[in-house]
């Protein structure tokens, strides 16, 4: 039985009230651990599990920096915080993890671990000796600052509506009012503030690409592409599958796109539908207002997942219990919305920017899938058996806003409404498959050419947008601002390379809710099931331990869309 009554992480390695302030006061364990001798393998589990509980304090010290940093961007002292671990701190530790890395692989009672459990582990720990090299260090260190200015720059666009500022975020409501001219001048506005940091962007991102090339000509790699294939740990697909669903989102996906523009287009009665209808209701019809208050917005999501399964109601409640969310849109604070594990306290932090609108509700839930499986994984023996695929940490979070639908009478106590939400819902599933092949195919190019100019780079951009564009929004007259956007996708300067990721996932989400939709109860607990290997088995068992397979070829890409249009038609 899984419960949500996880506490924290007892220490027996390191004193209970040890925090990291200085490299000095942390490097003594890890030269303990250098140095300690491992005679049998007990010594080795005992060894492992130490070393485990020292990363996971380090972890979770990096990790509240991050979120205290994105929480307030105008904060100088956090930022400082947070650039004080990564670039005196977090530097120093490389080696000695390097090091203690080639100590357990070259151990001889390594080989007598159970290899069902270590397999992905040791495989792991392998890859990382192979990526290492001391001249990244330095390198990695500028990186983790310097992709943090993305929130720093983004986090203070602000527009000014009807004389009131608003974030971005908060300004994206205006998108679904009735009156079509005022949806207009939102549209622009947002566009235009995004333009007047583009220089300050692209300088950025021109940075973040001549770094990361260089870390990965330091490996031995080609290109960064490849060397970020290897450290995502993707062992399991290659450039080729990505390329391949590419085509697929283009041959299955693209059709279902036109459709739903052209019934939006109906719907409003259009002649032409442009950007800023996209979200728009007909003449009547009120925008979908599921909650006011970051407040509302938590209780209403702990009701809907208790409906579903008491364990994930529980989950959220002993987040709030803990102050472990942040959930409102509001000046200073950065873009997005994420989940971070927390190593040691085992209940994670939610971030987000909710400010009053459907996709808050969709956010919430989707980080509250990622926050279920924190929970299900924290129980596992060591810090590196919980650090799982990222693409089965994206079913987990996909899947839950599929699965929590039919519960969002929480949300909803009109008929209608609902209807409306779950349309919104399903539309988004569709619609998002081709940007995220937009996004994954432009990083393609950015690394395989990587001294390109911005010019090329904005040609470049705009021919794989135009190869993923539907057929029925007119972009005339927007070119200016089409050939930015890229710049709102936080990805591509954070994380780069994550996005394809939520490609795989979504498909894997509709497979589990087509269980769903078959047998609730087994399909929740293969859900479980999965999450809670954490990372201890390879990407395709732990999709085959959810009762999914493998798959993203173009066949299988078309059994799943049909499936979600026959959904949506039964709507």
């Known amino acids: 039985m899984y419960t949500a009554n996880i506490s924290r992480l007892p220490r027996h390695y390191i004193p209970q009230n040890f925090s990291v302030t200085t490299w000095e006061s942390i490097e003594p364990f890890f030269k303990e651990l250098l140095e300690r001798p491992v005679n049998n393998r007990t010594d080795l589990e005992q060894w492992l599990k130490d070393q485990s509980e020292l990363e996971a304090m380090v972890n979770e010290d990096a990790c509240w920096r991050q979120i205290r940093m994105t929480c307030d961007t105008e904060n100088k002292a956090l930022e400082e915080a947070f650039n004080f671990f990564y670039t005196e701190i977090q530097p120093q530790i490389q080696p000695y993890a390097d090091a203690l890395n080639k100590k357990l692989v070259a151990c001889p009672f390594t080989n007598e671990l159970d290899e069902d459990q270590y397999f992905t582990y040791i495989r792991s720990v392998k890859k990382s000796i192979e990526l290492f090299r001391e001249e990244n260090i330095p390198l990695q260190a500028e990186l983790a600052v310097l992709q943090q200015q993305y929130g720093v720059i983004t986090g203070k666009m602000m527009v000014t509506v009807d004389g009131n500022e608003y974030t971005l975020q908060q300004a994206a409501k205006f998108l679904e009012s009735h009156d079509r001219n005022k949806r207009e001048e939102v549209y622009r506005k947002i566009q235009e503030r995004r333009l007047q940091d583009k220089d300050a962007l692209n300088t950025l991102y021109n940075q973040l690409i001549e770094k990361r090339n260089q870390e990965a000509i330091n490996a031995g790699f080609s290109n960064y592409r490849d060397y970020r294939f290897k450290e995502l740990g993707r062992f399991d697909y290659t450039k080729e599958d990505c390329y391949q669903f590419h085509e697929a989102v283009k041959q299955h996906v693209l059709p279902l796109v036109n459709t739903i523009y052209e019934k939006k287009k109906a719907k409003l009665g259009l002649d032409t539908l442009r950007p800023w209808d996209i979200d728009a209701q007909p003449e009547g019809t009120e925008p979908l207002h599921p909650f006011n208050t970051g407040n509302e917005l938590l209780q209403k999501s702990i009701d809907c997942f208790t409906k579903l399964r008491p364990f994930f109601g529980d989950c959220l409640k002993k987040m709030n219990e803990l102050k472990h969310l942040d959930l409102e849109s509001r000046k200073g604070k950065a873009p997005g919305g994420y989940n971070c594990p927390l190593a040691e306290s085992g209940a994670p932090f939610i971030f987000m920017n909710a400010a009053g609108q459907m996709h808050d509700v969709t956010t919430m839930v989707h980080e509250g899938g990622h926050a279920i499986h924190s929970f299900l994984a924290h129980p596992l023996a060591l810090n590196g058996f919980k650090e799982y695929p990222m693409e089965i940490a994206e079913v987990a979070s996909m899947s839950m806003e599929l699965f929590s639908m039919d519960e969002w009478t929480t949300f909803f106590t009109n008929e209608e409404e609902l209807k409306r939400a779950k349309e919104h819902q399903l539309e988004r599933v569709i619609t998002i498959f081709p940007w995220i092949a937009v996004i994954d195919k432009f990083q393609h190019w950015i690394y395989e050419?990587?001294?390109?100019?911005?010019?090329?780079?904005?040609?470049?951009?705009?021919?794989?947008?135009?190869?993923?564009?539907?057929?029925?929004?007119?972009?005339?007259?927007?070119?200016?601002?089409?050939?930015?956007?890229?710049?709102?996708?936080?990805?591509?300067?954070?994380?780069?390379?994550?996005?394809?990721?939520?490609?795989?996932?979504?498909?894997?989400?509709?497979?589990?809710?087509?269980?769903?939709?078959?047998?609730?109860?087994?399909?929740?607990?293969?859900?479980?099931?999965?999450?809670?290997?954490?990372?201890?088995?390879?990407?395709?068992?732990?999709?085959?331990?959810?009762?999914?397979?493998?798959?993203?070829?173009?066949?299988?890409?078309?059994?799943?869309?049909?499936?979600?249009?026959?959904?949506?038609?039964?709507?």
């Open 449 to 571: 050419n990587p001294q390109h100019s911005i010019e090329e780079r904005t040609a470049a951009w705009t021919g794989i947008l135009k190869e993923f564009q539907d057929s029925v929004i007119d972009y005339s007259g927007l070119e200016t601002y089409r050939s930015n956007g890229w710049q709102r996708q936080l990805h591509l300067f954070e994380v780069p390379f994550y996005y394809i990721e939520y490609g795989i996932a979504q498909l894997g989400a509709i497979g589990m809710w087509m269980q769903y939709k078959n047998n609730p109860q087994q399909a929740l607990d293969n859900y479980c099931n999965a999450l809670s290997l954490g990372g201890t088995k390879t990407l395709p068992q732990l999709f085959e331990a959810a009762g999914l397979q493998f798959d993203f070829s173009p066949a299988k890409i078309k059994v799943l869309m049909d499936f979600v249009k026959g959904e949506m038609e039964r709507l």
